[in-house]
């Protein structure tokens, strides 16, 4: 798999390092709310097609990016720095309304 | 200042290796400065005024962009950071007075860094067994860098001339890393200097 960084340009996948999901809201950290915790450590959308989420060039400019994979087809169809991410995010489960 | 000594004095021996025509040279370059600039979130043009006006190196705005000289050089590496070397010492510590701290960040890696240089006809062959880059003049241009990595070595690789590049490797893997560019050199013939 190839990753093109929209600094470096395209690299081998085994330059970076998968970050997991992207969207995780970490709780403050004085919380003591186990669900919550429990929400960010553990919960993750599974995605099967267009899934959200970041990775770090790890081995070249370092920097973190957000991507969109098809977890099916492993096509990329969107990468840029994590940092100006601007693409709306999805809603996590957790968030949906019950 | 303290003097720089070279990873590489035990094994760097001067001399041709193989017979007929040379296909690669090896030298360190040991630059007496060698020094990392990050500019904040939109200070990159700030800092690379000041790096214009420190070293006189008019770098190129945008990804990889650099420029090489005799004696200096500056790349971009990744968003907002340069590498800059110069031959002479004392970059290190004249360049914190103009990068003050709201524009960026300055650190010193004179002693931190080992240069080496491959140049010549082959120098793009040899370096593409190590690096899943592509070398080629218009992917690369004169002056251009990049952050790439060698199993656990990472390397800032500049090319500083048609048929040369620089490569900088962290000093405690530039032993082994040399060891592996003459191996890897033994192929088109290589000379050490
Ligand atoms: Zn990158």
Redesign the interface.
């Known amino acids: 798999m190839i990753i093109t960084c929209p600094y470096c340009g395209p690299r081998d996948s085994s330059e970076f390092v998968y970050q997991g999901e992207d969207g995780r809201t970490r709780p403050d950290p004085a919380s003591t709310d186990q669900a919550a915790w429990n929400a960010y450590v553990y919960d993750r959308v599974n995605t099967a097609g267009e899934h959200e989420e970041i990775w770090q060039h790890s081995g070249g400019c370092r920097a973190h990016l957000r991507l969109v994979r098809n977890t099916l087809t492993h096509k990329i169809s969107s990468v840029s720095m994590a940092r100006h991410a601007t693409v709306p995010r999805r809603r996590r489960k957790a968030e949906t309304p019950a | 200042m303290v003097d720089q000594l070279s990873p590489l004095a035990p094994v760097l021996t001067p001399g041709r290796q193989g017979q007929g025509p040379m296909g690669v040279v090896l030298a360190e370059i040991a630059p007496g400065s060698i020094v990392q600039v990050a500019a904040w ?1 939109g200070q990159e043009s700030a800092l690379i005024a000041i790096v214009r006006d420190a070293t006189g190196l008019a770098l190129p705005d945008g ?2 962009g650099g420029i090489a000289t005799d004696t200096k050089a500056a790349f971009g ?3 907002g ?1 340069f590498l800059l070397a110069d031959q002479e010492e004392g970059l290190a510590a004249a360049l914190p007075k103009a990068v003050t701290s709201a524009l960026g960040t300055v650190t010193d890696l004179s002693h931190g860094r080992t240069v080496i240089r491959i140049s010549g006809t082959r120098a793009e062959w040899v370096l593409a067994k190590f690096f ?2 592509d070398f080629s003049l218009p992917a690369l241009p004169v002056g251009a860098g ?4 060698h199993h656990d070595i ?1 390397a800032q690789i500049q090319r500083s001339g048609a048929d040369q590049f620089d490569i900088y490797v962290f000093r405690s893997f530039a032993r082994s890393f040399w060891k592996s560019l003459c191996h890897a050199s033994e192929e088109v013939n290589y000379e050490v200097r």
């Open positions: 979130a990804a990889g590496f990744a968003p950071k899943a880059i990049l952050s790439t990595v990472f």
